[in-house]
């Protein structure tokens, strides 16, 4: 049983995580029937691993300190908690990053990144999302190469929680936009947004 699964691939001697899912209630077999009921958009998987070294299905993930998918979860959970509403089993946020190479050095997994002929993305890019919500962070040359497919991903609703301004922009931030990450945001600036996009469900 547990909250946090994906699918891991080994590629050149590189761990990548692909179909990255936070379940807001445990589960001990993920199915894709499960309900998803949003996307969350980072930089990379950073230092999480596979549970086993098995490569085949969902896998239950070893956080190993990496703290954004028990974050976005608390969110959540919170956001639920704000609307009096049930949650429903089985139902998850879909995690998509910039890059899906794991590598707890942002630098790094760049580098290394770009040594592929060819930019490996997640297929769960090609789904359409109630939300999605951007963490990507700020204005970076290195990173901006890897936003502008995101234009192109289907959502009912883009947010994200704008540093400067410290409130939430609904829409797709642009490559200057500053994109808040959650590490050390403060839930209370997007929890009540969130609950209303789970009111209008």
Request: positive net charge; aromatic residues 12%.
């Amino acid at each position: 049983m547990g909250n946090y699964w994906a699918r891991f691939r080994k590629i050149d001697n590189h761990t990548f995580r692909f179909d990255t899912r936070i379940y807001l209630k445990e589960v001990s077999n993920p199915s894709d029937d499960d309900l998803c009921i949003g996307a969350i958009v980072g930089k990379n998987p950073g230092s999480a691993k596979p549970s086993s070294n098995s490569d085949n299905g969902l896998q239950e993930i070893a956080l190993d300190k990496d703290n954004l998918l028990p974050n976005v979860r608390k969110i959540m959970l919170k956001a639920y908690r704000h609307c009096n509403k049930r949650i429903e089993n089985r139902s998850y946020i879909q995690v998509l990053n910039l890059m899906y190479l794991c590598d707890k050095d942002l630098k790094q997994a760049i580098r290394r990144i770009n040594a592929f002929p060819d930019q490996l993305i997640c297929e769960c890019e090609n789904k359409e999302f109630p939300f999605i919500w951007y963490v990507w962070g700020n204005d970076d040359k290195s990173l901006n190469p890897f936003k502008g497919r995101f234009s192109k991903i289907y959502a009912t609703k883009h947010f994200y929680f704008d540093n400067s301004a410290k409130n939430v922009i609904e829409k797709a931030p642009s490559f200057s936009d500053s994109a808040r990450h959650t590490q050390g945001l403060n839930h209370d600036f997007v929890v009540p947004y969130i609950s209303n996009l789970i009111i209008m469900d």
